[in-house]
């Protein structure tokens, strides 16, 4: 072999271990590269894949959310999910892609071939957002099992009478109802608390559905009353079935409603209450919250494994759909205290989960909300809060806020400026310890001085969150932060990019909720109480306040 021969094998040799150093070298520190790279250019997923990850966690009972700047999906087990969660983000930052994936995977989701219930919680009222999710709730086979409120649009909406309810629980229904007003805490207050009790209670044991128009007419007219204790009075004489407490609890009702009627200031003390269910008589309202038949309830969107959908748009009629957004807040509260309470022997292992998802329902909350948090695991119940900001929790003052924000064990964040929303993110993401490294160096020059290094510093523990200020108020569209605690590695924090949804849509085929079919009324079933003629010739003081005389038209 010449000299020539072997310099050249001597080169190729060099050539090839060179550029194997470098291939090396970009291998090793890839990941930590990536990571650290800011901001994270858009990842690319392909469908085959993503459809294979999903069908994957639905199996084991998982949830994706994303996927990590590696390509790596993000699972959020029903385990973890149960123990709720909670997403921040500003408007446009990609929070209802986020939450479409969630609904999306939820609509496929069985436990023993049982389809899994959910509950939509829809602050805002966005229409929008339901008709862009008609086609994946077709996809899924699930359109059947849809069912709305929308107070905008009573037509295509599910009836929801408030104060329907079995006879072991109307006192709650009753007890939720008059906390959703939010009247003033006055002298009164206790007095008008305790007078829609005793008129709820004669109607309860007439046996006979009611609504806001039958409670009103039996505390304006004490005819009606006198017919109503009547004929509740005969049907508890018939039952064997009511306790001797009960029997008695329906005459104190009986005797202090007779009564108040001798009373010349009783109208004023009760209008704060008149004015609130007045307000349910509002034209829209009033389809669904006045039907005697038909109701539906939050049990049956448990038991039938039904899709419920609240879109509550407070810029039409606020007080009123404040108030019946409170109602279905409590009623969904008491569903899952229900399912809490009932004992460890009797529960099926095999029911479904119950997903809850709310978004923006800062107006809607209550003092005790929170506790329904504490219970909801043990129902097996995974809640999905969606809030733009933090502060809109403050309402109720700083300490329900905190304790509301602090509850669930996964905490997201999206793109956001508003500070109190970045400064309790990063607070949740917990110090850990870094190196900081000092430079020294040295001003030269004379006319234009400029600092060089001397080659020598210093470095120090310091303490820093592991999520940054500047990369939360820089986040791009579609990418999000997330805290999820874990039992075994503690509180995971990453990076992520939002999974996507394939595009299901014909063109020229439009997907729509086709109005309510009429039904076949029943007459037997509701009170259907009218003011009696006496009561029209009786003289009638005047009311301050809001007057009834129209929304209850001729009845008068």
Known sequence: ??????????????????????????????RERKEAQWPHPPLFVPSKKDEKVVAEANKAGETVLGYNVHG???????????????????????????????????????????????????????????????????????????RVVNPTNPQ???????????????????????????????????????YLYDLARILQHTGKAFNTRDILVMALDENVLAEQIALARKRISLRADVTTQARQSFEMSARMLQRSFKDRDRVEKIQGLLNELVAFLEDNLSIITGSYQDN????????????????LNLNKNKRACEAFGKIMLKNIQLTIGKRYSTPSALRDPNAPYLSV????????????????????????????????????????????????????????????????????????????????????????????????????????????????????????VGQMEILMADALAGTLHSHLHVRHLPTIRLAGLQSDIYPQMHVAIDPSIGANLRFSEEGEGRPRRRMSGVSIAKFLGDQL
């Not at 001597?10 to 291998?27: D, R, S």
């Not at 008059?178 to 009247?183: A, D, E, P, V, Y």
């Not at 539906?296 to 879109?311: A, S």
Request: with cysteine; hydrophobic share 40%; glycine share 8%.
């Open 156 to 194: 295509k909406s599910v009836k929801y009478n408030p104060f329907i309810a079995p006879d072991d629980l109307y006192q709650e229904h009753v007890n939720f109802i008059f906390q959703s007003f939010g009247l003033q805490k006055d002298f009164f207050e206790g007095h008008q608390e305790a």
């Open 357 to 476: 998802l709310f978004d923006e329902i800062g107006p809607f909350v209550f003092p005790d909300f929170p506790h329904g948090l504490q219970t909801a695991r043990g129902a097996k119940v995974m809640m999905l809060f969606s809030t733009q900001a933090v502060p809109q929790f403050q309402k109720l003052g700083q300490a329900f806020a905190d304790e509301l924000i602090s509850a669930p064990a996964t905490k997201m964040i999206m793109h956001g400026s508003e500070e109190n929303t970045v400064q309790w993110f990063m607070k949740a993401s917990s110090r850990v310890t870094t190196k900081r490294r000092t430079l020294s160096v040295r001003k030269t020059g004379l006319f234009a001085p400029t600092y060089r290094e001397t080659g020598t510093g210093s470095e120090s523990d310091a303490r820093e969150t592991r999520a940054r200020e500047e990369h939360i108020k820089n986040l791009p």
């Open 296 to 311: 539906l309830t939050p049990d049956q969107v448990v038991d039938e494994g039904l899709v419920l959908w609240v879109l």
């Open 72 to 146: 790596e999906p993000w699972v959020w087990p029903d385990a973890i999910r149960a123990r709720h969660g909670i997403i921040a983000g500003g408007t446009g930052a990609g929070k209802s892609t986020f939450l479409k994936n969630i609904i999306v995977q939820d609509l496929h989701r069985t436990y023993g071939g049982r389809r899994m219930p959910m509950i939509i919680f829809d602050g805002k009222g966005d229409e929008e957002f339901l008709e862009d999710m008609l086609p994946h709730i077709t996809a899924a086979g699930r359109l059947q099992d849809l």
């Open 1 to 30: 072999m010449t000299h020539a021969e072997c310099l050249e094998i001597f080169c190729y040799v060099a050539i090839g271990l060179f550029g194997l150093l470098i291939l090396v070298t970009q291998l090793i520190g890839r």
